[in-house]
């Protein structure tokens, strides 16, 4: 029994033994990787060596970690103000005021550009017969002058790479004749290039306005890129607001295909429909005017002469005149 | 398609403008170059099967190449530097534009243009001084806006240029 048993043990050792013999280099590997799954401390050191490829491969293919991340920094956006709202008063401040003073640039430029126009039509032909159409009507002044000026029409946009002044995207309303977009756009930056150094001493000062008669061109600037909006008749300050949401969409979501930019414009390809909408935008503002009228030259001067009903006030007006006249002569000759 | 920036530069009257008037779609006036100092023109060329698009700025000439020229030059790909193969001044003016655009912008491809060779018997700049200068590594061709000479292949070779750096 006992050398049975003995047997037993010494079998054992011997298949252990042979077992470290065979197996020995993937045993201490199988205990190290074990060691390296179960120790936070290592585990972390090997994380920290590739988290930022990590995070940069991730944001090249879609938003889901600015979307994870975004709870963590509100939260940490919020303690640090909690803690010292100064240090972030004095992180934003440089950028601050350049914001808030551009704001209140365009809320005086679109207040002047109101006012301006009020006073314009004021005492003009058109005023007066406007100023009957107020009265006729029961609408206040202000909007009937809004009503017949608000005629106007986006018809090109360029986004343009500010530093080769290539274009990125160009979009064009219908039956509008296109040059070319792309010596367009570069003669554009040229223009720019050459104000700037002939009567600019600030570098953060850019061209924003060219009036061709009635041809206007609003230049909206974003940092490496800019939307130049190639416009008929007189556009409300709103429509500002919506080219520069655009410029900063598009700045933010194609930020890397912009700093990469080697002349492929494919990449902005799908920021299309969002300059597609501004066109169709400045048409429905027009209809909800009341205006079903489609855009041109032409219309937008019929627009103009076109009163309704005001001229039966003329000719009323008229025949008074006449009446008043006429009994005038009546009146000396029976004298 | 994609579309490159290059510029076009030089002494005055060494033929740049018309280097370019006859090889490429036009549609600004020359007074541009007046009263602007550049004028845009464009031309396609097509490398290994690839159209690429140049927007060629022609830079005003003027024998001092000012600071506010060097705006123009901001964001190209490449540029042709033009000499009049008949007055050696030209190219020392180039030399020294040449020597102040690249320390803006060093890594930049350009090609040395030796215009108006079809004057023959009037020419100053003289084969030996260009074989130095080709020693120190640039490229030079020989063209000639009235003959048509060397023209193209120009924009081509420093198209090529330009998209081999892209590439690499």
Partial sequence: MENISANKISAKDELAHLRTLMLAPEQSEIS????RLNDPKIRAEELSRIIAEAIVMRTATDQ?????????????????????????????????????RKSIAEALRSMVQSMNRTLEYAFSWHGILWRIESIRTGKPFAEIILLHTLIYRVEQLFLIHKETGLVLQHVAADSIDIKDADMVAAMLTAIQDFVNDSFSTKEDASLQNLNLGE??????????????????????????????????????????AIDNFEGSTAPFEACKPDLLYCISQAQ??????NRAVKFSTKNVKQNTKKHDGSWVFIIIAGVLCLLIIIAGIIFSALR | MISKKICLIGSFAVGKTSLVRRFVENMFSDKYLTTLGVKISKKIVSIQLEDVTLLIWDIGGEDLF???????????????????????????IVIDIRKKVRETFPDVPYILLENKTDLTGQWDIEDSVIEKLQHEGWDIMKTSAKTGLGVEEAFNCLAAKMLRKTIT
Avoid: C, H
């Fill in chain 1, 284 to 289: 429905q503002t027009d209809s909800s005017a």
């Fill in chain 2, 66 to 92: 000012p600071q506010t020229k060097l705006t123009y030059l901001r964001g190209m790909s490449g540029y042709l530097l033009v000499v009049d193969k008949t007055r050696i001044s030209t190219l020392e």
């Fill in chain 1, 215 to 256: 041809l206007t061109v609003w230049i909206e600037q974003g940092p490496r890129t800019l939307l130049a909006a190639v416009i008929r008749g007189i556009p409300p300050q709103e429509l500002r607001a919506i080219l520069q949401e655009i410029i900063e969409n598009i700045e933010f979501e194609y930020s890397s």
């Fill in chain 1, 64 to 100: 889901k970690l600015a979307t994870a991340l975004l709870p963590t920094i509100e939260i940490v956006l919020r303690d640090v103000v909690k803690k010292d709202p100064k240090f972030l008063a004095e992180t934003m401040f440089p950028i601050i005021g350049l914001a808030i």
């Fill in chain 1, 32 to 35: 190290e990787l074990k060691e």
